[in-house]
């Protein structure tokens, strides 16, 4: 069955930097896009970034363009997200997503930034 499972999170003072990774099993990896999501406390979801199943298209939410980095290595099953410049605004639960015949998620992983 297809399995996501999420790390990385943590706790972080506002303009530090977390690296966040979403292991995968249960599919084909490489032929699939990836995504991140994520959750702050009393708000919906929302899509942060995605990556093509290739790795060479990426797109970003514009609240997170030029600070977070979407990469996979499809050797390892793993997408990452690199995040700098944290603000506590970016605090959340972060999700990755993969869309098959179906949706499937994680079960998220908490980034807190603050001071």
């Known amino acids: 069955q297809v399995q996501l499972v999420e790390s990385g999170g943590g706790l972080v003072q506002p303009g530090g930097s977390l690296r966040l990774s979403c292991v995968a099993s249960?599919?084909?990896?490489?032929?699939?896009?990836m995504r991140w999501y994520r959750q702050a406390p009393g708000k919906e979801r929302e899509w942060v970034a995605s990556i093509t199943d290739g790795g060479a298209i990426t797109k970003y939410a514009d609240s997170v363009k030029g600070r977070f980095t979407i990469s996979r290595d499809n050797t390892k099953n793993t997408v990452y997200l690199q995040m700098h410049s944290l603000k506590p605004e970016d605090t959340g639960v972060y999700y990755c997503?993969?869309?098959?015949?179906?949706?499937?998620w994680g079960q998220g992983t908490q980034v807190t930034v603050s001071s």
């Open positions: 997503k993969v869309r098959t015949l179906f949706s499937y």
């Open positions: 249960g599919f084909t990896f490489d032929n699939y896009a």
